[in-house]
């Protein structure tokens, strides 16, 4: 699990059927000082997140293929929290 901040949104004209009905978000990882400066990630949000939140992100396979109801998607990371301030 990854401490990162949401940074936008995104949107695909074509999904892959198990990405079909969830809102994608661009995000930014944060190192232990809060500070962020990697690569973008596109991440599966549930939650409603809002550009500015901090959320928690997670690349587990087992527990994303349990949100999205499938073995098969291509999904690598989601968010699983929003961060208290």
Same mark, same amino acid.
């Given at each position: ?10 949107n ?5 059927d ?5 809102r994608?978000k661009?995000?930014? /990882?944060l +190192? $232990?000082? !809060?500070?962020?400066? &990697? *690569?973008?990630?596109? /991440?599966? +949000? $549930?939650? !409603?997140?809002?550009? &500015? *939140? ?14 999205v ?17």
């Amino acid at each position: 699990m990854e401490l990162a901040q949401v940074i936008g949104q995104t949107n695909a004209t074509i999904k892959h059927d198990t990405l079909k009905g969830w809102r994608l978000k661009i995000v930014e /990882v944060l +190192d $232990a000082k !809060g500070k962020g400066g &990697g *690569d973008p990630i596109i /991440v599966l +949000d $549930a939650l !409603g997140s809002r550009v &500015g *939140d901090r959320v928690m992100i997670s690349s587990d396979s087992k527990l994303i293929a349990e949100m999205v109801q499938a073995d098969n998607s291509p999904a690598r990371y989601a968010i699983l929290g929003l961060a208290d301030d």
